[in-house]
Nanobody, 120 residues
């Protein structure tokens, strides 16, 4: 089970840090990811991290602004979001899969989502 938290309302240019806590052990072979879904749009890939190596991946719209990380001892993943824009407004979901992918169907477990609203 995954529990996402940290969303909220922030002005454009501001920052937020999302957390995703896993209740079951995350293994080095797992990949953890963040996706987001804006109103009326499909869920899209944001970032992912290989649990064992820490290698990370980002969607082009967030490169240079968002940073994904994990703390193995806490079984928790983070998404530091800086320089937020109104177009970043969405429900953010964390997910766990068995390999790197930008496709939602390749992730087996999902958190409940946390709402991020960026005002202009």
């Amino acid at each position: 089970q995954l529990q996402a938290s940290g969303g909220g309302l922030v002005q454009a240019g501001g920052s937020l840090r999302l957390s995703c806590a896993a209740s079951s052990r995350t293994f080095s072979s797992h990949v953890m990811g963040w996706f987001r879904q804006a109103p009326g749009k499909e869920r899209e890939f944001v970032a992912a991290i290989r649990w064992g190596s820490g290698k990370n991946y980002y969607a082009d719209p967030v490169k240079g602004r968002f940073t994904i990380s994990r703390v193995g001892a806490e079984n928790t993943m983070y998404l530091q979001m800086n320089s937020l824009r109104p177009e970043d407004t969405a429900v953010y979901y964390c997910a766990r899969g068995n390999g790197y992918s930008t496709t939602t169907t390749d992730y087996n477990y999902w958190g409940q989502g946390t709402l991020v609203t960026v005002s202009s």
